[in-house]
């Protein structure tokens, strides 16, 4: 089995910042890309910032420098660091890895979710 736990979501105000980290645990071999993706009522989950396996990275247009994704791969983790948020930056986030199981599987998987609320 597979785990990806989100952790650092919460309430900021207008021009602040969060950093959201999120670690995959498991039976893990090897994790390719990762990904931040957010989701508000009635809308479609939407990517955030992607990153890859050796680092490359992009992002939406809407979060393009203010956002910053990055991962430690000792550690299985990645982070989205969020600066001067808005209050449409309000969403759930997901963290999502494609990876290997050590049994050999190939899937995507997804972690259960932070909210971010950015409000004064």
């Known amino acids: 089995q597979v785990q990806l736990v989100e952790s650092g979501g919460g309430l900021v105000q207008p021009g602040g910042s969060l950093r959201l980290s999120c670690a995959a645990s498991?039976?893990?071999?090897?994790?390719?890309?990762m990904g931040w993706y957010r989701q508000t009522p009635g809308k479609q989950r939407q990517l955030v910032a992607h990153?890859?396996?050796?680092?490359?990275?992009n992002y939406a247009d809407s979060v393009k420098g203010r956002f910053t994704i990055s991962r430690d791969n000792t550690k299985n983790t990645v982070y989205l660091q969020m600066n001067s948020l808005k209050p449409e930056d309000t969403a759930v986030y997901y963290c999502?890895?494609?990876?290997?199981?050590?049994?050999?599987?190939?899937?995507?998987?997804w972690g259960q979710g932070t909210q971010v609320t950015v409000s004064s």
């Open positions: 999502n890895a494609d990876l290997w199981t050590s049994r050999g599987l190939n899937d995507d998987y």
């Open positions: 990153i890859t396996r050796g680092e490359s990275t």
């Open positions: 498991g039976l893990i071999f090897r994790i390719n890309a």
